[in-house]
């Protein structure tokens, strides 16, 4: 699976969006963006994925970029509970999941 | 209702000593994994398995045997018990095996601590 880099943390005042950007210049056609989050102490939590158009959900927007090299994960309106390490991760035909080191956003008041 | 539980949660032990950690999903799932946490916070797949069947082993030592009696069940037996496997252990599951659906549930971790 290709790699992926993310910056290694960013800082957030709650209420404001969240953007986090993600690179994958490597990226191949079959392969999906997913993104995923750990808050300390607890599993990896499954956010949403898209394969070239930009998705929605209740809890974020996936902004995939037209030649599919990079995208951005948007939280709308960042709480102090989105504090948490976020990866971006690419899947192709098997189902594992090869987490990076993640971004690390900060929250604050 | 949680979706993928692990027991235990927390799990310490002594070098040379054999134990499981047990996992079940309760979401249909076919494909359910075991991933590894190590104290610099890298998580890494150990295996996945579809239907009961083994279709990812990375390169695991043999010490560790994951079994699948059934499909809501991937149990991992890790025998001989060394330092170096303190860890959080993940277990999870997800639906499809390719890419296209890898949503992955994870349970709340097992945290080993060999001693």
Known sequence: ?109 | DTAVSQTPKYLVTQMGNDKSIKCEQNLGHDTMYWYKQDSKKFLKIMFSYNNKELIINETVPNRFSPKSPDKAHLNLHINSLELGDSAVYFCASSQGVDGRNTEAFFGQGTRLTVV
């Open chain 1, 1 to 109: 699976d290709a790699k992926t880099t993310q910056p290694t943390s960013m800082d957030c005042a709650e209420g404001r969006a969240a953007n986090l950007p993600c690179n994958h210049s490597t990226i191949s056609g079959n392969e999906y963006v997913y993104w995923y989050r750990q808050i300390h102490s607890q599993g990896p939590q499954y956010i949403i994925h898209g394969l070239k158009n930009n998705e929605t959900n209740e809890m974020a927007s996936l902004i995939i970029t037209e030649d599919r090299k990079s995208s951005t994960l948007i939280l709308p309106h960042a709480t102090l509970r989105d504090t948490a390490v976020y990866y971006c991760i690419l899947t192709g035909t098997a189902s594992k999941l090869t987490f990076g080191t993640g971004t690390r956003l900060q929250v604050t008041l």
